[in-house]
């Protein structure tokens, strides 16, 4: 199957900062179909941001594995990881952006390696700030931004290089009513293209409240319930 | 697709310089610094081992010199020129006459100069053997009123007209020279007609010159001491960078300055682990990553150094830097005329990229690889 990304099994165990070791995930088991809108609901420190960072293939699982199309790209050695990561695009809680260049640079970074002219590096960086109502920040460094504006820049960054998953932390933590009607239009459009996107929220769905996602997730203490 | 990608990661890397412009300058201005600290006391060691090669690459195969219980003494040249004649491989023998002498301005070393004696000057014009009476002196000598006194001892000075002066140029061979007819030079060092300084030999092959020393040695009816070119060479540049030295003991500092740099930019890479994994997170590879950062580097580094060989250059060669022949010489304003040849100025180049730029290219490029081993949101999580 295209673009369906699944979970068998996966556990994740960190070092805390007192030193001693956590279970973040619980023998995760979840199916991500193309095209499909999930949202993994629960509380602060369920463990829902850790598990888009391991769909993601930005930390290795301690146990089980991600499959992506049946492949097992948690167990790909790094280089093959960060390849694949070019159809992935990732909205981090946090944001990490650089806070000392422009939006439109912040936007065009994932697609700087990919051997694209400058002149089309810009108009897919534009293109992709139109889409979540950004264009007219494009010109203004990053550190001036209110956090709604910096969230949307984050948002465009993930979908420039027009992923085949997209993984949203909390998207929508920022955004007034406005902001959150542009992001479910975007990850409609998105739906429609056959691009997988699986949402983290809060304890409560904070974009999709109305029950519109295909999937939704509760997660709890590393544990994940559903799909309901 | 792929054409792009060294232009845009060149450009990223010169935007990664302008969001850290304070850190490009002055990391820039210590590696030109430090550049111009080690291609100086480099320039200066090549430039004056190829001068000196120079310089004894016209002198004769062997020198002869008569040696006795008080050191060296002159030698009668007709007996001395017929045993040498006598010995097969040598091709022609002159005697010479040269040796110190004292005037008002210090010691200076005469020459006698015969009519064979022919010199281009520093106008394009030719400095012809000296008249009896008459002097030719070198760069560092200067003549009162247009003589020059020399001083025979309890027989008192005499007094020579200067009638000439070598080039600026030939100060290396010719700093405190002073060129007189052979007759009168014989005078002033107290030579007696018939005797000579030392003999100058030249052979069929310049190859053969030490193995025919020990036979010219024995054909000789006195203790003699016989240099060769190639000794020759030696013992002038071992002097003159014996005396240089000191200036070797800066390379010290500077390579102690690498060091702390090589340190500072391996610890400020490594702060830069979330940037790192940022790139990593939205799909750059590390080889992307790797020459991000190896151009930011070399757009700081390359030219930082190449300032800094400049001014290194033109601290040893700008005409009228007289500060390498202070020190090498004791000269007080004459230039050394310094000559470099062509591989003597690469093996610079080659020390430096060693010594500076290599070192400085792995310390801020090598970071990224190693980030390479950790997962991306590792970085992400323990950088600033």
Known sequence: MENEICCRQVSM?????????????????????????????????????????????????????????????????????????????????????LEDVTALENVMVPLIPRGLSVGELRRKAFSAMERIGAADLASLPVARMSGGQRQRIAI?????????????????????????DLLRVLFSDLKQQGVTIVVAGGREPALYNDGRTDFSFEMENGELKGPS | ????????????????ILRRPSDAVMTGICLAVITAMMATVL????????????????????????????????????????????????????????GAARTEQGPVTVVGAGSDFQLAAAGGGKILPPEPGRAVVGPGIEAVDGR????????????????????DETAMAAYDLVILDPSDAARVLGIAPGFASDLAVEVFHAAEAEVLAPELAQALPWPVRIITRAEAAKNYSGAVLRRGSLAALALLPAVLAVLVLVVVTVRERAFRAKTVGLFKALGWQ???????????????????????LAAGYGLVFFPGASWPSRLLFGWQRQAPGLFLDPAGALAVLAEIGALILIPYLAAAAGPSLRASLADPQDLLEEGR
């Not at chain 2, 697709?1 to 990664?16: D, F, I, T």
């Not at chain 2, 309890?154 to 007209?161: I, K, L, N, T, W």
């Open chain 2, 43 to 98: 320039l200066l060691s090549h430039a004056v081992s190829d001068t000196a090669g120079r310089i004894l690459s016209v002198s004769p195969d062997l020198v002869v010199r008569r040696i006795d219980a008080g050191g060296w003494t002159s030698i009668p040249v007709d007996e001395g020129m017929s045993c040498i004649r006598t010995v097969p491989g040598v091709l022609t023998v002159r005697p010479r006459i040269w």
């Open chain 1, 13 to 97: 165990v960190r070092n805390t900062v007192s030193g001693g070791r956590r279970q973040i995930l619980k023998h995760i088991c979840a199916r991500f179909p193309a095209g499909s809108i999930s949202e993994v609901n629960g509380p602060n420190g369920a463990g829902k941001s850790t598990l888009l960072y391991v769909m993601a293939g930005l930390l290795r699982p301690t146990e089980g594995e991600v499959l992506w199309n049946e492949a097992p790209v948690s167990r790909w050695s790094a280089g093959h990881r960060d390849r694949w990561r070019r159809q992935v695009g990732i909205v981090f809680q946090d944001l990490h952006l």
């Open chain 2, 1 to 16: 697709m792929k054409r792009y990608r060294v232009e845009n990661v060149l450009l990223w890397a010169a935007r990664e």
């Open chain 2, 148 to 167: 020059l006194l020399i001083s025979l001892g309890a027989a008192g000075p005499v007094a020579f007209a200067v009638a000439g002066r070598l080039p």
């Open chain 2, 286 to 308: 590390t080889s992307d990553v790797f020459l991000v950062h190896l151009f930011e580097s070399a757009m700081t580094a390359i030219p930082s150094v190449l300032l800094g």
């Open chain 1, 156 to 180: 465009a960054r993930s979908v420039v290089n027009t992923p085949a998953l997209l993984l949203a932390d909390e998207p929508a933590a920022h955004q007034d009513r406005q902001g959150k």
